[in-house]
């Protein structure tokens, strides 16, 4: 088991919050919160060593831009590939929108 | 059934177990206690190495069911097996023990909860075990006041310790997908050796544990498909029934006497159980 800390420029603080996922074979779970700043936090637990590299890769693909809303990310991750760790990260900002949890 | 029936039905299985309790609730009032934020995580498992989930596995959903205050425990399956870990079962347990507790405040509080685990969290042993005995406590206690409502849909099934706890709800729903057994398939091979149990031959396992045939043999009550419109009229029969006029773990004798009647001296078939079992449980 291996935690990384990963850090981004962002945009405005988003509004509400979201759960996607779960710490299921081959996916992950991605929770999603509003930060003060117009910083984007990421912690990363993964049950898989070694591959920091590719978790900064994804991420900097996805928020490197710096144009999302500010976000704490926690995503707890039991061995999901890099489309599906993508594509978690975007139900979850989509999820955000709406009233989480309802 | 026909092509379009089955392209409208949504299926109750293919969903987390977030979305099988909001889906029970009645539209719109979901509502999660101790949720994912509050990061009520087990204590156990990073200390041995495995990653855990914000929710320890369990959804906690309180809201309405028919008009009336319910509460839906629903077991996510994918993490760690569904398996009963410190504060995974304890909240259950504690979820069960505030719905009685609001019966005898005339809260008529119900239950219903989604089985999808294996039993006892290994990682965590005792604690998880000692919780599961709170969980069945705490059934017999509320099923005094309202009915509690076991659904079991599949795939992962409902095994160990939790098998009792589904066994004690005066209601059990089952679907053709999940399996029902104190012990699982590859722990009675390992024990027994595979002449006994070939944890392989899947139409065998599911021909003596499966939902249909648990159905078929008194220790389930409602049958059902997977989809949710379905399951979630089954849910609103049974309370409207109200509570059953003895629940199976009060009716032990009559399970006794058709167990008598089965020579365990050679391999159990599906057909044979089902002839002895479906003569009912009257003692």
């Known amino acids: ?102 | 059934m026909d092509a379009q029936e089955l392209l409208h039905r949504e299926s109750f299985i293919e969903l987390g177990a977030r979305s099988r309790a909001r889906q029970l609730l009645d539209a719109g009032s979901f509502r999660e206690l101790i949720d994912p934020f509050e990061r009520m995580v087990s204590p156990w498992l990073a200390r041995q190495g495995i990653v855990t989930q914000a929710d320890d596995g369990v959804v906690v959903a309180k809201g309405t069911i028919d008009g009336q205050p319910a509460v839906v425990l629903a077991i996510e399956g994918r993490f760690q097996g569904g398996s009963m870990g410190e504060v995974s079962a304890a909240k259950i347990a504690g979820a069960l023990e505030l719905a009685a507790e609001d019966n005898r405040n005339r809260v008529p509080t119900r239950a219903v909860i989604v089985f999808e685990t294996g039993g006892v969290r290994l990682q965590e042993a005792n604690l998880g075990l000692a919780a599961i005995a709170e969980i069945h406590a705490a059934i017999v206690d509320l099923r005094r006041y309202q009915p509690v409502i076991g659904i079991a849909a599949g795939t992962v099934g409902c095994y160990g310790g939790m098998s009792i706890a589904a066994g004690l709800c005066s209601y059990l729903i089952v679907t053709r997908e999940t399996r029902i057994g104190l012990n699982g398939p590859a722990v009675i091979e390992q024990e027994a050796g595979v002449a006994e149990f070939d944890s392989r031959d899947k139409p065998f396992i599911w021909g003596l544990t499966g939902g249909e045939q648990r159905h078929r043999t008194g220790l389930a009550d409602v049958f059902v498909e997977d989809d949710v419109t379905q399951i979630r009229s089954e849910v609103l029969n049974c309370f409207r029934k109200g509570r059953p006029a003895a629940c199976r773990s009060e009716r032990v004798s009559g399970f006794l006497h058709r167990l008598a009647a089965f020579n365990p001296g050679e391999q159990a078939t599906s057909e044979e159980v089902a002839g002895i079992y479906s003569k009912g449980f009257e003692a």
């Open chain 1, 1 to 102: 088991m291996e935690k990384i800390v990963f850090e981004f420029d962002a945009g405005m603080p988003a509004q509400g919050r979201s759960v996607a996922g779960v710490v299921g074979s081959g996916d992950l779970e991605v929770l999603m919160e509003p930060n003060t700043s117009e910083r984007t936090v990421v912690n990363v637990t993964t049950s898989v060593d070694g591959f920091g590299k590719v978790w900064e890769a994804v991420l900097t693909r996805m928020l490197g831009q710096g144009d999302l809303p500010a976000v704490r990310i926690e995503i707890n991750d039991f061995g999901a590939t890099p489309g599906v760790v993508r594509m978690r990260i975007a139900q979850a900002f989509e999820e955000l929108a709406e009233t989480p949890g309802a």
